[in-house]
């Protein structure tokens, strides 16, 4: 929505509060379609101003600086404010900008965070009874954190005029649904033509299709049984109970299991519980034995030695995921490198125990 001026319509702002260590390619992927919506219509659509709560170069995870001026004293009523944040932004608490946002709130300006800044709309009230989504890997913290908010694993969501947008490649298709809400369809099938973007992905679209392991092509019983292990994180269903789920006995879905996977049930739920668990370590403040019970252990030592021996440090250790004093995120273990070495030690190639 563009307002008009004596000149005829006057470009819709958008204004990128960018949070240090924000995340390069969600900047790219939120104002290119706005980019090419301006070249492929007869007069400018949209302008882009960088702002943040210290004028000057904000630095990006990636090391690139964007110069930025200060918090707009002024806000237009169709403006639109980006607040762009993602290492270290689920700690992030600056008054000055918390203020910013509540009285851009009451003036009634639509905005949207971005990435790990839902944590900072959160800080500023402005997503209390809402629906919210950030990044998948720091969701289950968020709902820990904040459990009045309807956190959701989506692509981006919009409650009113607050919005929130999980990131990364997600911003092509939220910036996408603003235009055509704005602008129609035809501007936004020319638009991801350029970009070479198809489909445009709708707002409740998942934000993975994988969890280490590509879950397309693998059989239903399998990918299902996935789904559950993921959905009960913090009181695990056991291998009986998730072959009831499926309707086949627990021999067959061991054996599917390991044929499609590489590994058995119980170790893929293990891994699952302590990706949570270290998600949980460096975005919320809850003990050690409290992330435990939260990620499904009864046991604190048997959390403690699965969590060293899966990411080669104790959880305590593990409390913060880019310390300031380093110059880039640490984020050791995958799942798909986990899953190989499940992998080699079926072969008797790597001893290592499975866990029960």
Same mark, same amino acid.
């Given at each position: 929505?563009?307002?008009?001026?004596?000149?005829?319509?006057?470009?819709?702002?958008?204004?990128?509060?960018?949070?240090?260590?924000?995340?390069?390619?969600?900047?790219?992927?939120?104002?290119?379609?706005?980019?090419?919506?301006?070249?492929?219509?007869?007069?400018?659509?949209?302008?882009?101003?960088?702002?943040?709560?210290?004028?000057?170069?904000?630095?990006?995870?990636?090391?690139?600086?964007?110069?930025?001026?200060?918090?707009?004293?002024?806000?237009?009523?169709?403006?639109?404010?980006?607040?762009?944040?993602?290492?270290?932004?689920?700690?992030?608490?600056?008054?000055?900008?918390?203020?910013?946002?509540?009285?851009?709130?009451?003036?009634?300006?639509?905005?949207?965070?971005?990435?790990?800044?839902?944590?900072?709309?959160?800080?500023?009230?402005?997503?209390?009874?809402?629906?919210?989504?950030? =990044?998948?890997?720091?969701?289950?913290?968020?709902?820990?954190?904040?459990?009045?908010?309807?956190?959701?694993?989506?692509?981006?969501?919009?409650?009113?005029?607050?919005?929130?947008?999980?990131?990364?490649?997600?911003?092509?298709?939220?910036?996408?649904?603003?235009?055509?809400?704005?602008?129609?369809?035809?501007?936004?099938?020319?638009?991801?033509?350029?970009?070479?973007? =198809?489909?445009?992905?709708?707002?409740?679209?998942?934000?993975?299709?994988?969890?280490?392991?590509?879950?397309?092509?693998?059989?239903?019983?399998?990918?299902?049984?996935?789904?559950?292990?993921?959905? =009960?994180?913090?009181?695990?269903?056991?291998?009986?109970?998730?072959?009831?789920?499926?309707?086949?006995?627990?021999?067959?879905?061991?054996?599917?299991?390991?044929?499609?996977?590489?590994?058995?049930?119980?170790?893929?739920?293990?891994?699952?519980?302590?990706?949570?668990?270290?998600?949980?370590?460096?975005?919320?403040?809850?003990?050690?034995?409290?992330?435990?019970?939260?990620?499904?252990?009864?046991?604190?030592?048997?959390?403690?030695?699965?969590?060293?021996?899966?990411?080669?440090?104790?959880?305590?250790?593990?409390?913060?995921?880019?310390?300031?004093?380093?110059?880039?995120?640490?984020?050791?273990?995958?799942?798909?490198?986990?899953?190989?070495?499940?992998?080699?030690?079926?072969?008797?190639?790597?001893?290592?125990?499975?866990? =029960?």
């Amino acid at each position: 929505m563009s307002s008009t001026d004596a000149q005829g319509p006057r470009p819709t702002r958008i204004v990128c509060i960018l949070v240090p260590r924000f995340n390069m390619m969600s900047v790219v992927s939120l104002l290119e379609p706005l980019r090419i919506a301006n070249y492929l219509s007869p007069s400018p659509l949209y302008e882009t101003t960088f702002c943040a709560t210290d004028a000057g170069e904000v630095w990006a995870s990636n090391g690139m600086p964007i110069r930025c001026e200060g918090l707009p004293e002024k806000l237009n009523q169709d403006d639109l404010v980006l607040l762009i944040g993602s290492w270290g932004a689920e700690h992030y608490s600056d008054t000055r900008l918390l203020s910013w946002l509540r009285r851009a709130d009451r003036q009634g300006i639509r905005q949207c965070a971005v990435e790990m800044a839902p944590y900072i709309f959160a800080r500023a009230g402005l997503l209390t009874g809402r629906r919210a989504t950030v =990044h998948w890997s720091y969701l289950p913290g968020f709902k820990e954190v904040f459990p009045d908010i309807n956190g959701q694993e989506q692509l981006f969501t919009s409650d009113g005029r607050i919005m929130t947008c999980a990131g990364s490649s997600a911003g092509l298709d939220f910036m996408l649904d603003q235009i055509r809400q704005n602008h129609g369809d035809a501007l936004v099938g020319e638009i991801s033509d350029n970009i070479l973007h =198809h489909p445009v992905r709708d707002s409740t679209h998942s934000q993975r299709k994988t969890l280490g392991h590509g879950l397309e092509g693998l059989p239903q019983n399998v990918s299902t049984v996935v789904e559950l292990m993921d959905q =009960h994180l913090v009181e695990p269903l056991t291998v009986p109970q998730l072959a009831e789920q499926v309707g086949i006995s627990q021999r067959q879905l061991e054996r599917q299991f390991n044929t499609a996977i590489g590994c058995s049930v119980v170790q893929f739920g293990l891994l699952l519980r302590l990706q949570h668990a270290r998600v949980l370590l460096i975005s919320t403040d809850l003990g050690v034995r409290e992330i435990a019970t939260a990620s499904g252990f009864n046991s604190l030592s048997h959390f403690a030695y699965s969590f060293r021996k899966c990411f080669g440090r104790k959880p305590r250790e593990y409390r913060q995921a880019w310390p300031k004093h380093k110059e880039a995120p640490d984020w050791p273990g995958t799942l798909s490198n986990y899953l190989e070495t499940l992998k080699l030690k079926q072969h008797g190639l790597t001893p290592i125990d499975e866990a =029960h």
